[in-house]
């Protein structure tokens, strides 16, 4: 596709004055178009039949199929949860949609009531937890692999890839109380189900949108090594340390900063608020029963009104944005109609058809809408008048028009 087409208005028309539209104002803005673009075109990614990555890959597993790799086969060694992992997009047969495999290589199911800690999982339906469809064991890949299978986010990245890549002096204060308040809100809802994520990890959390992250890899590490939730509250505890982790690097800017807490505890405290020092302090505390996450979302409440009310602007911005597409569904199914009846070459030595009657008002109105020319000949090209004319026909306004035929000898109003 070709993005460079989607311009941003030039700078005289973005300077107009408010009763002027340009014909920006009738659609969504570029960027939104090509984001969304961006993301259909990776859905729609696949291999090509013929190449050697696709004959190693199963022709369908389950009920999915098409199989896409989403990482680098070359590094596929999982340092968190210490077995050969890859990553694949596939549809599914069942409703179409595509999905995440994640493919845990060399993995033997010890224990078959393991696979019944998924469907605890499967029940959490959280907006900053990717979403655990199902898991099953499979030898279709030359091996036993145990799959899990996660909804698909387009275009999403890691906090690793985002952050860490290429070297930086630590995020805006602003950026990382909603990255608090999100990671707070799955976390009350992980550990009010009795779970634990134990993936709160920079390569592990989803960047999905400006500003937008998701737990990913849920449910994986309840399976590979399954205790019966004999240590749920441990690991609850290990969640609110890897957040404080999380939060404390990100705030310095390296991945080293976990080694020497106390200087970095320093660098925070002189880079950032005292309430932001103080919430990181309480989750890198030790571990204690009295140490819960509704202590930090008590901590945070001013901030979770802020992210409200952002949440509240974004979402009026994408309505305002859906308002401009809106009837466009219906100007199209009313260009249609005409596009059947006017210049039918099939009727073309046919006088009855396009030169009187209904026929012959719509390929006038037709030329009335397309082929205004001004007072040297030239076309007028209009935006407004098109899209007023159409919706005044398809409301059924009763006003007068006058319609003139190309040679000028006839007019009808």
């Given amino acids: 596709l070709q993005y460079h087409l989607y311009t941003p208005p030039l700078p005289h028309i973005s300077n107009a004055h ?25 859905i729609s990614l696949a291999l090509d039949q013929l190449s050697p990555e696709t004959q190693r ?11 896409y790799p989403l990482d680098n086969a070359n590094n596929n060694v999982n340092k968190v949860f210490g077995y050969p992992t890859s990553v694949y997009k596939a549809k599914s047969a069942l409703d179409g949609n595509s999905y995440v495999l994640r493919r845990i290589e060399g993995f033997r199911l010890q224990n078959d009531a393991a696979m019944g800690s998924i469907e605890s999982w499967r029940r959490i339906n959280h907006a900053n937890i990717v979403s655990l469809r199902e898991s099953f064991t499979t030898k279709a890949f030359g091996d036993n692999s ?57 390569s592990k959390i989803l960047v999905t949108g400006k500003n937008r992250i998701r737990i990913n890899c849920v449910g994986i590490f309840d399976l590979i090594t399954f205790d019966g939730g004999k240590n749920v509250s441990l690991h609850q505890q290990e969640d609110l340390l890897r957040f404080g982790q999380l939060i404390l690097v990100l705030a310095c800017g390296s991945l080293n900063a976990v080694h020497n807490l106390q200087k970095s505890v320093d660098h925070v405290g002189r880079q ?32 979770i009104l802020h992210e ?26 009313l260009l249609s109609k005409l596009g059947f009846i006017n210049e039918r070459p099939e009727f073309e030595g ?12 719509l390929k006038l109105f037709r030329d009335y809408v397309f082929h205004q020319v001004d007072d040297d000949g030239n076309a007028v090209i209009d935006m407004a008048h098109v899209v007023t004319c159409l919706n005044k026909l398809d409301a059924g306004i009763d006003e007068k028009i006058m319609l003139m035929s190309r040679d000028e000898q006839s007019c009808l109003i």
Wanted: glycine fraction near 4%; charged fraction near 20%.
């Fill in 146 to 202: 145990l799959v899990f299978v996660y909804d698909y986010h387009p275009l999403s990245t890691t906090i690793f890839s985002k952050h860490f890549r290429v070297a930086s002096h630590g995020m805006l204060e602003k950026n990382l109380w909603s990255y608090i308040v999100q990671l707070c809100s799955a976390l009350k809802t992980i550990h009010g189900a009795n779970l634990a994520a134990r993936v709160i990890e920079p």
């Fill in 272 to 303: 950032y608020s005292s309430d932001f020092k103080n919430v990181l302090l309480y989750l890198l505390s030790k571990p204690s029963p009295l140490k819960t996450i509704d202590d930090v979302i008590a901590m945070i409440g001013p901030r």
């Fill in 350 to 361: 046919d006088p009855s058809w396009a030169e009187n009657g209904d026929q012959y008002l």
């Fill in 18 to 42: 408010p009763h002027q539209k340009s014909i920006h104002n009738f659609f969504m803005t570029d960027r939104l178009r090509e984001l969304l673009l961006r993301r259909n075109e990776a």
């Fill in 308 to 333: 409200i009310n952002n949440s509240h602007h974004y979402t009026d911005s994408l309505e305002a944005e859906l308002t401009k597409e809106l009837e466009n569904g219906r100007i199209v199914r």
């Fill in 57 to 67: 890959l199963p022709v369908e597993l389950h009920s999915y199929h098409t199989f």
